[in-house]
């Protein structure tokens, strides 16, 4: 069988940028903090915890003092730098730069529509470390939604400003467009022209969709693979699914198994922008072992 993978899938540059500075520093220090899972890989926080990476909470960082933090590539709250600084830690901040600048525009804009008695509406999962980071720049005032049900918490006859999380999916940004605009519509439609849309989307990872679509109905076989914490795995796994019904979605090369390939399929391995490329390399060995 011939075996190939996605010179698309991989990091994207955010989360590339973050395990480069958690290395440099491990290398110079031996050890390092780092808030929450550097990325959502279990393999890959495996490899830098054997460096020295050490995985914290928030309850745990409140009570340090007088050493060293990696914030990971999903930003954080404003909360999160007072503590450092009353803690004397020394942040390494390692912010996806996309994420800063979202931040920066979700600050500026609730500002702005809070004077008006207006929302900030955030498209993202509650919870999510990035949508913890943008709601934290306006004072956890900010609604977030995912569902229809979500949308209950908006009040349609005040003005609306839309963001996104940066790693969801543009099809799903414009269905939530589309059902803000008719609830607006149907309750107060003299507010359409306060409804404010802003695609905060990164295209860097939102471009991987229609990529994959091609990349799975152009091989036999599919090979997904990606840590099961990771959401934008789970996300493009399903892309791969339904271009082609032979994908399946593995963590690492222990859960290949022989009987989902014949000796001419045509065989595609890929991943999500949380995946390391030694990962899938790792992978491409074992599935040429395969008899």
């Given at each position: 069988?011939?075996?190939?993978?996605?010179?698309?899938?991989?990091?994207?540059?955010?989360?590339?940028?973050a395990i480069q500075m958690a290395e440099d520093e491990l290398d110079e220090e031996g050890a390092l903090y780092c808030l929450g899972?550097?990325?959502?890989?279990?393999?890959?926080?495996?490899?830098?915890?054997?460096?020295?990476l050490k995985v914290i909470d928030h309850k745990e960082l409140a009570e340090l003092h007088d050493c060293k933090v990696l914030i990971r590539a999903h930003g954080e709250p404003p909360e999160t730098y007072k503590?450092?600084?009353?803690?004397?830690?020394?942040?390494?901040?390692?912010?996806?730069?996309?994420?800063?600048?979202?931040?920066?525009?979700?600050r500026n804009a609730h500002q702005k529509v809070k004077k008006e008695e207006g929302q900030t509406v955030i498209y993202g999962k509650q919870g999510?470390?990035?949508?913890?980071?943008?709601?934290?720049?306006?004072?956890?005032?900010?609604?977030?939604?995912?569902?229809?049900?979500?949308?209950d918490q908006v009040d349609f006859t005040k003005p609306i400003t839309l963001f996104s999380q940066t790693t969801k999916s543009t099809k799903g940004f414009g269905k939530l467009v589309g059902k803000i605009k008719s609830k607006i519509a149907d309750t107060a439609p003299e507010m359409e022209e306060e409804f404010n849309i802003n695609d905060s989307i990164c295209r860097q990872v939102s471009n991987r969709d229609p990529h994959l679509e091609v990349f799975a109905q152009n091989h036999d076989v599919i090979v997904f693979v990606s840590g099961k914490k990771s959401s934008n795995g789970k996300a493009l796994f399903q892309t791969c699914k339904a271009n082609n019904e032979r994908s399946y979605f593995i963590e690492s090369e222990t859960e290949l198994e022989a009987d989902w390939f014949s000796t001419d399929d045509k065989v595609g391995i890929c991943g999500a922008t949380s995946t390391p490329n030694w990962l899938m390399e790792q992978v491409k060995e074992a599935l040429g072992k395969i008899e």
């Open positions: 069988m011939t075996i190939d993978i996605d010179h698309k899938s991989g990091y994207c540059f955010g989360v590339e940028f899972d550097i990325v959502h890989n279990g393999m890959e926080v495996e490899r830098l915890a054997a460096k020295g503590l450092a600084l009353k803690n004397n830690i020394e942040l390494i901040d390692a912010s996806c730069p996309v994420v800063l600048k979202l931040q920066n525009r979700v999510h470390a990035e949508v913890v980071g943008l709601t934290g720049q306006t004072a956890n005032e900010a609604i977030v939604v995912m569902n229809d049900e979500d949308l």
